[in-house]
């Protein structure tokens, strides 16, 4: 049974590009978060996606957006990106009765 | 607002040597506190879901236990291979389903 995926593992782009993060649950999971861990620090919540809609939001600007599929799979979207949006992108899957939420390994920015 | 407070910062075990982490969270309505852990680069490791003050679980060398406003980690006679980062994080009853998390606790467990 395959955990959560995510794609690719590592990127390095520069200030003002656009970056997209994708991210395919757990079987059987059909509710998405994204979290973004700053070196040190504990991961913080970005969005939540249930049945193709943003059901819940972070302290993030609107840079960031994201979409689910039909699938379940989801993707992040930063634009403008800043020297700041450096960190590890990770993605979590649960069902959407349980609260326990399952982490993928995650995608590392690197903004130059 | 929702914080969670992890001590301490940093901890370095002997192996064998016992020790607890402690979670601290301000929210009144919990719906499950969380406990993670994290190797350097990778993504965080479910470990437990905790519900209500009393509640216990275990799994090898771990224990997690919750009171009302605090949640302990327990590692009893740690390897080496139990060093990592461990997370702790709380969902509220009113949220969809935004983690807060602490900003963790790094265990170095040395032979």
């Known amino acids: 049974d395959a955990g959560v995926t995510q794609s690719p593992t590592h990127l390095i782009k520069t200030r003002g590009q656009q970056v997209t993060l994708r991210c395919s649950p757990k079987?059987?999971?059909?509710?998405v978060s994204w979290y973004q861990q700053a070196l040190g620090q504990g991961p913080q919540f970005i969005f939540q996606?249930?049945?193709?809609?943003?059901?819940q939001r972070g302290n993030f600007p609107d840079r960031f957006s994201g979409h689910q599929f039909p699938n379940y799979s989801s993707e992040l979207n930063v634009n403008a990106l800043l020297l700041g949006d450096s960190a590890l992108y990770l993605c979590?899957?649960?069902?959407?009765?349980?609260?326990?939420?399952?982490f993928g390994p995650g995608t590392r920015l690197l903004v130059l | 607002e929702d914080q969670v407070t992890q001590s301490p910062e940093a901890l370095r075990l002997q192996e064998g040597e016992s020790s607890s982490l402690n979670c601290s969270y301000t929210?009144?309505?919990?719906?499950?506190l969380f406990w993670y852990r994290q190797d350097p680069g990778k993504g965080p490791e479910f470990l437990f879901t905790?519900?209500?003050a009393g509640e216990e679980k275990e799994k090898e060398r771990l224990k997690a236990t919750l009171t009302k406003k605090e949640s302990f980690l327990h590692i009893t006679a740690p390897k080496p291979e139990d060093s990592a980062t461990y997370l702790c994080a709380d969902l509220t009853t009113d949220s969809w389903g935004k983690l807060q998390f602490g900003a963790g606790t790094q265990v170095v467990v040395t032979p």
């Open positions: 079987s059987g999971h059909d509710t």
């Open positions: 996606y249930y049945e193709e809609e943003e059901r």
């Open positions: 979590a899957s649960s069902p959407r009765q349980a609260a326990t939420q399952y």
């Open positions: 929210v009144s309505g919990l719906r499950g």
């Open positions: 905790l519900y209500s």
